[in-house]
């Protein structure tokens, strides 16, 4: 399976960046790379970033 990346954005400092989809699941701890703020990945926010990547990779 190739490595999909998700576009993650940071809730503080509102900067985009991307994650292997891979090292996502529910409870997982982000680290923000630009601002260093740690985001834990939660329920709905998971589920709507992979609805977010489905939707940008029909559009590509
Ligand atoms: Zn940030």
């Known amino acids: 399976m190739a490595d999909i990346m998700i ?3 940071c809730p503080v400092c509102e900067k985009k960046f991307e ?3 891979r090292e996502l699941a529910d409870g997982t ?3 923000c ?3 260093g703020e740690q985001t834990t990945i ?3 926010m ?3 970033l992979v609805k977010n990547n ?3 990779e029909k559009h590509a």
Do not use: H, N, R, S
Request: glycine share 4%; aromatic share 4%; proline share 5%.
């Open 42 to 44: 939660k329920g709905t």
């Open 7 to 9: 576009t993650i954005t």
């Open 19 to 21: 994650k292997k989809a």
């Open 54 to 56: 489905e939707k940008a």
């Open 33 to 35: 790379p630009i601002c």
């Open 46 to 48: 998971f589920t709507d």
């Open 29 to 31: 701890i982000l680290k």
